[in-house]
């Protein structure tokens, strides 16, 4: 790989490869299947190590890291330790998991021997290349920590309960009822609201057909 950031090229990934990807990722390193999933465990056993990193978002804006070593994830250490942030770290490191799955061979032979080194190299790709491997591992990461049987067995009985109150309004409601489902099962998963909002959409459970 050339460690020219301005030559860096994302590999094609469709969404639902990057779901398969983690799917058998999880299945494989938390066969129990409970809930929320402690990402954090699936690093050992793929070679990862997890480093708190001190003032990692004012270096590079971020809250995890890939290194380039294929080896380490970093996440800011502030957050790590504020019980307040676990949803957030979570995700991270689920999406840094994401980027070593998805594209190791694209890092392999990005090495700098420096946390603020690697940072400015990432910094420098085009924009577009970031974003293609940013979506692929974010898309990796939510269908990870959110799996889809589980999710659509949540959001039925949500809907349930609300066919029980006699509410059946959905075309009416928009957004504001997305937010509803979304806040309480997001506290099953482990995970945002806004995590549980983008699975919605990209599940297909979203929007409801007014039949439902």
Known sequence: MNSDPKKFKA???RREEAWRMADQTREKHWPS???PIEVELLLWPLGLKLV???ALKEAGDVDALLLGDLKTIIVDSQDYN????QNRIRFSIAHELGHFILHRDLFKG???TSVNAWIKFMQKIP???YAFVEQQAYEFAGRLLV???RLEKEF???IQKAKNAKFFDWDKTGDSALGYIATPISRIFGVSSDVIEKRLIREGFWPIKVDI
Do not use: C, K, S, V
């Not at 504020?82 to 942030?85: G, K, L, P, Q, T």
């Open 11 to 13: 590999p094609f990934i």
């Open 33 to 35: 299947g409970e809930l």
């Open 52 to 54: 708190p990193y001190p």
């Open 82 to 85: 504020n019980d307040r942030m």
């Open 110 to 112: 990005i090495f700098y």
């Open 127 to 129: 924009d577009d290349q």
């Open 147 to 149: 799996p889809h049987e």
């Open 156 to 158: 039925q009985q949500l």
